[in-house]
């Protein structure tokens, strides 16, 4: 199934969480046990299914730890049906924290986003001092570190977007504490030798949220697309999960950051894909800037290979799924915010 043929829910999980061939084969070779520390937001749980059934293709038993506050009950319902070991509590509290499942391998998606603007005390909690206690606590582990893109400048998109040796520029309280976080694991890392993978996400695209659905949502109402930032990166969400899967192989020491972005596409054009998709009429407001945070993820697409989901294809899907009423988690993501001001 592609994409834009998924019409329910059950076939929009499904497609999310299927692992390619190689995928599988590399979870045949892959040893230890899992940690994942706070996945249950929008990728974690998809994530750990992922891997759930990765396991069960390549024959392979191990345990997978969820460890999270599981503020929504069902999660961890949901997991504990996949097999998945689960402990709630708060992660930057030093007594759960140490009494997280011990694991060789450790994915560490905890963050604060989504009103870091208005809470420094929490961004900087969450975002850097968190970070630094998980380091420590797995400082014997692989550890695959979620970041973001927002700590690169805005650049030209004619010029193809930022690399990992460009030089940073976070913006905002957000894009300084991520950049936080990422040193919080590297201090780690000289201390004591730890290897890790500084996983830099630009735009994961769902049918429940994302830049194409806040976009979607937008021309079907009729409402003016507005896009101070003219270009976004576009990558499918089971796409960017399988990427941080197989990143536990890229983990170093000095921990190694990769973009994983996907290509960058006109927030203009694909407004106006959707128009007619939709058969509505796309109201784009010009931008004032020229330039884009955008990332570029040439080093990821040599070191693990092509994705498997077509921008052209999500796009199409975005538009279905608003046009024939599927439900969204209602989670914009603020691509249109400029000053990354969350």
Not at 7 to 36: C, H, R, W, Y
Not at 127 to 140: A, E, I, Q
Not at 171 to 181: D, H, Q, S
Not at 313 to 323: H, K
Request: proline share 5%; glycine share 8%; aromatic share 8%.
């Amino acid at each position: 199934m592609r994409m834009n043929e998924i019409q329910t829910d059950a076939e929009l999980t499904a497609f999310m969480t299927e692992p390619s061939g190689k995928l599988v084969n590399f979870m045949k070779v892959l040893k230890g046990d899992i940690v994942g520390l706070g996945a249950t937001g929008k990728m974690g749980i998809e994530l750990i299914e992922t891997i759930v059934r990765a396991d069960r293709l390549a024959g392979r038993k191990r345990r997978i730890t969820v460890a999270s506050t599981f503020s929504n009950p069902e999660n961890m319902r949901y997991l504990k049906g996949l097999g998945v070991k689960t402990q709630q509590g708060d992660l930057s509290d030093d007594s759960f924290l140490n009494k997280c499942a011990d694991a060789e391998n450790v994915f560490f998606m905890a963050g604060f986003k989504f009103g870091s603007s208005a809470d420094y005390k929490k961004a900087f909690r969450m975002n850097v001092l968190l970070p630094y206690l998980v380091g420590k606590k797995y400082k014997h582990s692989k550890i695959v570190v979620f970041s973001s893109c927002n700590i690169y400048p805005h650049t030209d998109p004619k010029k193809g977007g930022s690399r990992e040796s460009t030089p940073l520029d976070p913006k905002g309280i957000y894009g300084w504490t991520v950049l936080g976080r990422e040193n919080a694991f590297n201090i780690i890392s000289d201390k004591f030798g730890t290897k890790a993978c500084l996983y830099r996400l630009a735009y994961a695209q769902h049918l429940k949220y994302g830049v194409l659905i806040d976009i979607a949502k937008l021309v079907y109402a009729g409402k003016p697309v507005y896009a101070p930032l003219p270009y976004v990166n576009l990558i499918s969400q089971r796409d960017a999960n399988e990427a941080a899967i197989r990143c536990l192989a890229l983990c170093e020491n000095p921990p190694k950051p990769l973009n994983i972005s996907g290509n960058s596409a006109s927030v203009r054009c694909i407004a106006s894909k959707m128009g007619l998709l939709m058969g509505k009429k796309a109201v784009i407001m010009e931008p004032k800037a020229k330039l884009s945070m955008l990332g570029n993820d040439n080093l990821a697409k040599r070191l693990l290979g092509p994705y498997r989901d077509k921008q052209s294809e999500m796009i199409e899907a975005a538009a279905n799924w608003i046009r024939s009423g599927g439900s969204d988690w209602n989670k914009p993501t603020g691509f249109a915010s400029a000053e990354h001001k969350y």
